[in-house]
C-alpha cells in the first residue's frame, strides 16, 4: 500500500492570508467562552480550563493498494522512488478525528463499492478499536465526496458528542476544525445537522493544513512513517530489482 502524495501550494500562504486565519479562529473560541458558560460537569472547571477538549480537528488519509504484486525498480543508493501501479488504484479513505485535548474521536472508512462486505459494521470497527461514532461507508471512488460527507456526518457527530468532556456537558458547543477540501462545507444538510447538536465547523483556506493543522504537522507525519515502515515489509517479502 501506498499512503496518499501531499499535494500543497506554498504561495498561498501569505502574511495577511495567516493574521485572517488566526483572527477567525479567535473569534471562534470568544464565541465558545461566550456560549459555553458555568462549570464543567465532569470537573466542576470552567470552560475556559477545559477548552482544549472541545475542540475536535479532523482531516482525511487515502491509502492506495495494488491487488497484484508490487515491484519497485530503481537504484540502490536513491531514497525516494515513485511506484507506478498501472491499473490498481484500489483505495480507501479514512477521516480521522481527536481532540487538542488528546481524545480519540470517531474515523470513517471510505471504500470502493456499493455493498458493504458481510461483518464489515460499526460494531466490527469497535471491536478492533475504534470508538462511537466510527462507520463505514461505500462510495464510487472509495475518495470523500459530498454525498459521502452526509453519509458520515451523523456519525461523526455523534460520535464528537460521546467524546470525553464533551458527553458530560451536552449543553457546551465544540467545533470540528476541516481542512480546505470543498466536500467538508459545501452540503447544507451536514451543517444543519452539526449545527442543531452543538458542533460548530470551522474551515481553514485550502493547501494550508500542512502549515495550521495539528493533524497534518504531528499525526499526519506519523501516519506516513507508519506507512513507510509497512511498505519496506512489503519490499523485502516481493521481489526487488536494484539497477
Not at 502574511?15 to 461566550?34: A, F, I, N, S
Not at 497484484?68 to 479513505?93: C, F, M, P, Q, Y
Request: aromatic share 8%.
Amino acid at each position: 500500500m501506498i499512503d496518499q502524495a501531499t499535494t500543497t501550494k506554498p504561495l498561498a500562504i501569505t502574511v495577511g492570508q495567516q493574521y485572517g486565519w488566526m483572527k477567525t479562529v479567535d473569534r471562534v473560541y470568544d464565541h465558545l467562552r461566550e456560549k459555553n458558560t458555568g462549570l464543567c460537569r465532569k470537573t466542576g472547571k470552567t470552560f475556559g480550563e477545559v477548552m482544549h477538549q472541545f475542540m475536535i480537528g479532523g482531516d482525511d488519509t487515502s491509502i492506495m493498494a495494488s491487488s497484484g504484486n508490487v515491484r519497485i525498480v530503481g537504484a540502490k543508493e536513491r531514497k525516494k522512488h515513485e511506484t507506478n501501479l498501472h491499473d490498481s488504484r484500489v483505495s480507501i479513505t479514512m477521516y480521522r478525528t481527536g481532540s487538542v485535548g488528546g481524545s480519540t474521536g470517531p474515523v470513517a472508512f471510505l471504500m470502493n463499492g456499493k455493498q458493504t462486505r458481510v461483518g464489515y459494521t460499526d460494531v466490527f470497527l469497535k471491536k478492533f478499536g475504534c470508538v462511537d461514532g466510527s462507520t463505514i461507508v461505500m462510495t464510487p471512488t472509495g475518495f470523500m465526496t459530498e454525498d459521502a460527507w452526509e453519509k458520515i456526518t451523523p456519525n461523526i457527530i455523534s460520535g464528537i458528542r460521546s467524546m470525553p468532556y464533551i458527553k458530560e456537558n451536552p449543553q457546551w458547543e465544540a467545533v470540528e476544525i476541516v481542512d480546505g477540501y470543498g466536500a467538508h462545507v459545501s452540503s447544507l444538510i451536514a451543517l444543519e445537522y452539526c449545527q442543531a447538536r452543538l458542533v460548530l465547523s470551522l474551515k481553514e483556506e485550502a493547501n494550508l493544513s500542512h502549515v495550521n493543522q495539528a493533524y497534518d504537522k504531528f499525526v499526519a507525519k506519523h501516519d506516513k512513517s507508519s506507512a513507510n515502515a509497512s511498505l519496506s515489509v512489503l519490499q523485502r517479502t516481493t521481489t526487488v530489482n536494484k539497477c
